[in-house]
């Protein structure tokens, strides 16, 4: 095969290190010994071993070990179809949560986190010993 007739990430002219090469065998072996499992799936709390490793900003120039992820075939595939501009639908597990790492269930939000914090804030005053605050008083003329 030449270089013009070359498909898929061999085809990106940004890569740096082939992926048929020894150093890209070394780097690839060194990060899934490091990290073995999908960063993707062990996210959503699903242990799968990792058999990839993907460049996190999409760009295959930077092989620095920050820019490296370990994951499984099947959440390194929906990256990078989603990487190429893709729109790649993955629905959800027996328990109906979504299988997609980045759904919006899996962020949280400021008012999440807010919230979390002022339970902390309660428990630790509790443990103290201090009553935690009376509840919000409700307006009934609302
Ligand atoms: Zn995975």
Not at 12 to 20: G, K, Q, W, Y
Request: aromatic fraction near 2%.
């Amino acid at each position: 095969m030449t270089k013009a007739n070359k498909s898929g990430r061999e085809a990106d002219p940004r890569r740096t290190i082939p992926l048929n090469s020894v150093t890209w065998r070394k780097l690839r072996a060194a990060v899934l010994t490091e990290e073995p499992l999908c960063r993707h799936c062990a996210a959503r709390g699903i242990t799968e071993p990792a058999t990839d490793v993907d460049h996190i900003s999409g760009d295959p120039s930077d092989n620095s070990r920050e820019n490296l992820c370990p994951l499984c075939h099947s959440c390194h595939s929906i990256k990078t179809a989603r990487d190429h501009g893709k729109n790649v639908a993955m629905g959800c597990d027996v328990n109906g949560c979504p299988l997609d790492p980045s759904h919006p269930w899996y962020r949280r939000s400021d008012a999440v986190l807010a919230g979390q914090q002022a339970i902390e804030r309660q428990k630790s005053r509790a443990a103290d010993g201090n009553r935690p605050s009376a509840p919000p008083s409700f307006n009934a003329d609302c």
